[in-house]
């Protein structure tokens, strides 16, 4: 693997955190978006973002200093990849701007840069084709909080070069990932391609009056000696991208209709959208399910 410089394109909500730790973990870091103004409020995020490194981590001043020397910005696309060994797609999930991305990206990388998209529910498959270089295209997946939840799934398409996926393997463990390497292109990859149908279970149970969120739980808490049963996981992930997924799959399972319509009146109008809004299954920050005696009675 002899990356040295990465650009990440898109500095939202993912592509904000990957770059900063990959520039946390020595490589020099091209920041790219749409424009200076969107830019800037980046720079401003790495901020408030390094303080968290600091906390969860116990990085030190020069660490982070380090960090931020390896950080630049730019707004035009043929600056941002010209010396790209690397670059990481985080733009918004959404068919039409990655196509138009990558139609644009094919015309100004050069030939050396290989292209990992950091997409959580579609396929590199679908895009392969239009980067113009299938081989060196790959799925390289992080999670939210990618400095505490240090996990990435690397998964190709058929076509994609086997040296191209190993270097992407570890490049994941020289920033400090936990890397999982996925053999065959899988929807929805290995976590959501379990926890979705966990999660779906779990909500069927409480749609249908089986029994209580708490309950429910409980049960999985107790018998694996898990810290979160389903319900504490539906308000980390926000009751809105639930509701989301559920709308997503409604044509395919005729249980997502009731679900919907119990989620909008119990927890979207209400504004009980989870951990974050304060409420949602539980109350927080101090949920039942992380007191000792939960699991007592
Ligand atoms: P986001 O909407 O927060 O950020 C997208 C960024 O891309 C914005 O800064 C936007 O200005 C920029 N952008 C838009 N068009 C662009 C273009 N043509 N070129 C460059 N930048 C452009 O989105 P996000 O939540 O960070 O998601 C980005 C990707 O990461 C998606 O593919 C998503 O599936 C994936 N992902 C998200 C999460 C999550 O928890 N949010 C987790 C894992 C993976």
Redesign the pocket.
């Known amino acids: 693997m002899n990356f040295k410089n990465v650009t990440v394109?898109?500095?939202?909500?993912?592509?904000y955190q990957i770059a900063f730790q990959t520039a946390f973990h020595g490589f020099k870091v091209t920041v790219?978006?749409?424009n200076d103004e969107?830019l800037n409020k980046a720079k401003a995020k790495f901020f408030e973002l390094s303080e968290c490194y600091k906390r969860d981590l116990n990085a030190t001043q020069e660490q982070l200093d380090n960090a931020f020397n390896n950080l630049s910005y730019q707004s035009n696309l043929v600056e941002a990849v010209k010396d790209a060994d690397l670059l990481i797609e985080?733009?918004?999930?959404d068919v039409s701007?990655k196509t138009?991305?990558y139609e644009k990206l094919k015309q100004v990388a050069p030939a050396k840069t290989v292209f990992a998209?950091?997409?959580?529910?579609?396929l590199p498959s679908q895009f392969a084709e239009i980067t113009g270089r299938p081989e060196k295209y790959v799925a390289l997946?992080?999670?939210?909080l990618i400095w505490v939840n240090n996990m990435a799934e690397i998964m190709g398409h058929a076509g994609t070069d086997p040296q191209v996926f190993d270097d992407l393997v570890e490049f994941a463990k020289a920033i400090g990932m936990l890397a999982l390497p996925i053999y065959k292109e899988q929807p929805g990859h290995l976590l959501n391609s379990m926890l979705v149908p966990f999660l779906i279970s779990a909500t069927e149970l409480w749609v249908k009056e089986v029994s209580e969120p708490a309950t429910i739980d409980k049960a999985w808490m107790k018998s694996f000696g898990s810290p979160l049963g389903p319900f504490a996981i539906l308000d980390i992930i926000g009751i809105n991208t639930v509701y989301n997924v559920a709308k997503l799959n409604v044509d395919t399972n005729p249980n997502m209709a009731p679900l919907l319509e119990k989620l909008d009146a119990e927890f979207i109008k209400p504004g009980h959208l989870g951990m974050l809004a304060g409420k949602g299954f539980y109350s927080y920050p101090n949920p039942t399910y992380a007191s000792e005696d939960f699991l007592k009675s």
């Open positions: 394109a898109g500095s939202g909500v993912l592509g790219y978006d749409i969107i985080a733009v918004p999930e701007i138009d991305f998209t950091n997409t959580s529910t579609l997946h992080f999670a939210n």
